[in-house]
């Protein structure tokens, strides 16, 4: 534990991911910095730290069952008095899904934000010193509970509902699909780590191959990563038909990363004829985050009703 005196303890869950990687000599970047050697890095910041080293993964290789891990942990920080936030370090490849898990399973009562890097730690540009100082600070003002979990990344502070990856090789990677303030959540406290759920993408002229593969696998869930503003074509159609008629729901998002979502094209594989076939419309979230959603919905036995609602158009206050 770092800082000292009567400052606030701030709690530093480290995942793994790019702000806890160096290269090797094969050229490979892989994580190897534990949590107190990152906090090591940190400027100077007003609060005492506390590392708790959960795992050390790249995030593009993270299952559900360790998303509720980290999720976990977070409540374990939550339920601790001496704690004033909590900060986790996590890969930016599935930052988005985890902080969204994070914000479906715990009414916050500190605050709780993720944080990484967009370069490793032995790079010439190391951004994640900076990002974990800002982070911190983040987690120190008790204003933010009210904001659900948040991205302290690149200079921004973002909701985690909406939130996505904007760029691959840039200090400022992250943005919200929408401008909302704070999307008003389901609660949804059930363990995923067992729910499968797929995310098919679609393209022009493509069949249903891919959904019908995910009805075989035994999916309990799909999320269709669909065009525009969540269209496809009649095949896609036809094959959500299927998929209610054995009792798996289909979300549709879409491949474009920002704007409200609108079911209002026709055509006979449009938005409004894929929910007409039983499919729900994410209006906000994405497909990486919808399958979080989904997942957490069909973890706690949501009713069809209630998944609907979860994915129409967010409150925000």
Same mark, same amino acid.
């Given at each position: ?24 000599? %094969?050229?490979?970047?892989?994580? @190897?910095?534990?949590?107190?050697? =990152? ?31 980290? @999720?976990? /942990? ?12 909590? +900060?986790?370090?996590?890969? !930016? ?15 916050? !009562? ?25 982070? *911190?600070? !983040? ?9 659900? +979990? ?13 939130? &996505?990856?904007?760029?691959? %090789? ?9 401008? =909302? ?6 609660? =949804? ?12 993408? *679609? ?8 959904? %019908? ?39 549709? @998002? ?8 609108? /079911? @209002? &094209? ?13 499919? +729900? ?16 919905? =069909? ?19």
């Amino acid at each position: 534990m770092s800082g000292e005196g009567n400052a606030p303890l701030v709690a530093v869950i480290a995942t793994g991911g790019t702000i806890a990687s160096r290269r090797g000599a %094969d050229g490979a970047s892989t994580p @190897s910095l534990s949590g107190e050697d =990152l906090l090591a890095l940190v400027p100077q910041v007003s609060a005492r730290l506390k590392p708790v080293d959960l795992m050390a993964k790249d995030s593009s290789s993270l299952t559900l069952a360790d998303m509720q891990r980290i @999720s976990d /942990a977070v409540g374990v920080e939550l339920n601790d008095a001496a704690v004033a936030g909590v +900060v986790v370090l996590h890969g !930016t490849d599935a930052m988005e899904e985890s902080s969204l898990l994070v914000n479906l399973q715990h009414a916050l !009562t500190k605050p709780v934000v993720f944080t990484g890097a967009q370069f490793t730690a032995d790079h010439k540009d190391a951004d994640g010193p900076a990002n974990l100082a800002q982070a *911190i600070e !983040t987690a120190l003002d008790p204003q933010n509970v009210a904001k659900g +979990v948040l991205l302290s990344f690149g200079g921004r502070c973002l909701s985690a509902w909406g939130l &996505y990856k904007l760029s691959a %090789d840039a200090a400022d990677a992250f943005r919200s699909a929408r401008s =909302l303030v704070q999307a008003s959540a389901p609660s =949804l406290v059930a363990p995923v780590a067992d729910i499968r759920v797929d995310i098919v993408a *679609i393209h022009p002229g493509c069949d249903a191959t891919h959904i %019908d593969a995910s009805l075989q696998a035994g999916a309990k869930g799909i999320v269709l990563a669909a065009l525009g503003s969540g269209n496809a074509n009649p095949d896609i159609a036809e094959a959500v038909k299927r998929c209610a008629e054995r009792g798996v729901p289909v979300v549709v @998002s879409s491949r474009v990363p920002e704007g409200r979502l609108v /079911a @209002s &094209y026709g055509g006979g594989g449009g938005g409004h004829d894929l929910v007409a076939a039983g499919a +729900v419309h994410s209006s906000t979230l994405r497909p990486g985050q919808a399958r979080i959603l989904l997942a957490a919905l =069909l973890a706690d036995n949501s009713p069809a009703e209630t998944i609907v609602s979860a994915f129409g158009e967010p409150l925000s206050h």
